[in-house]
C-alpha cells in the first residue's frame, strides 16, 4: 500500500516551489515527522529536512552560548533551549532506525 501522506508531501512541495504556497494546503494531522522525507507536516505546511537541520543547528549554537553564562535566566534559557536540540535529535534518530 502506498503512502499516500508522503505523496501528498511532495506534491504539496512542488506545488509550493511553483508559488502555489497556501492555495494547495493538503489535509494532514498537524506536527508529523515524516523519516522518509525528513520533512514535517505542520499546521497544513511541509517544513523541509534543511529547515529541520537548520533548526537543530540554531537550538544547539542558542544552548552553546547561554549554558556556561553566570545567570540564572540565561540557564533557564539555555534549558529550554536544550529540549528542543534534543527534541529535534530524537526525532531524527527515530527516523534512522526506519530505513
Request: hydrophobic share 35%; no cysteine.
Given at each position: 500500500?502506498?503512502d499516500n501522506k508522503g505523496r501528498?508531501?511532495?506534491i504539496h512541495?512542488?506545488a ?5 504556497g ?6 494532514t494531522t498537524t506536527?508529523?515527522?515524516n ?16 529547515t ?8 544547539t549554537?542558542?544552548?552553546n552560548k547561554?549554558?556556561?553564562m553566570?545567570d540564572e ?6 534549558t529550554?533551549y536544550?529540549?528542543?536540540k534534543?527534541?529535534i535529535?530524537?526525532m ?8
Amino acid at each position: 500500500m502506498p503512502d499516500n501522506k508522503g505523496r501528498e508531501a511532495l506534491i504539496h512541495s512542488l506545488a509550493q516551489s511553483m508559488g502555489m504556497g497556501d492555495a494547495q494546503k493538503f489535509k494532514t494531522t498537524t506536527g508529523r515527522y515524516n523519516s522518509e522525507t525528513g520533512t514535517i507536516m505542520s499546521n497544513g505546511r511541509v517544513i523541509s529536512s534543511a529547515t529541520v537541520i537548520q533548526a537543530k543547528n540554531y537550538f544547539t549554537s542558542q544552548y552553546n552560548k547561554l549554558a556556561e553564562m553566570d545567570d540564572e535566566g540565561a540557564k533557564q534559557m539555555a534549558t529550554l533551549y536544550e529540549v528542543a536540540k534534543e527534541a529535534i535529535s530524537i526525532m531524527l534518530d527515530s527516523g534512522k532506525g526506519n530505513d
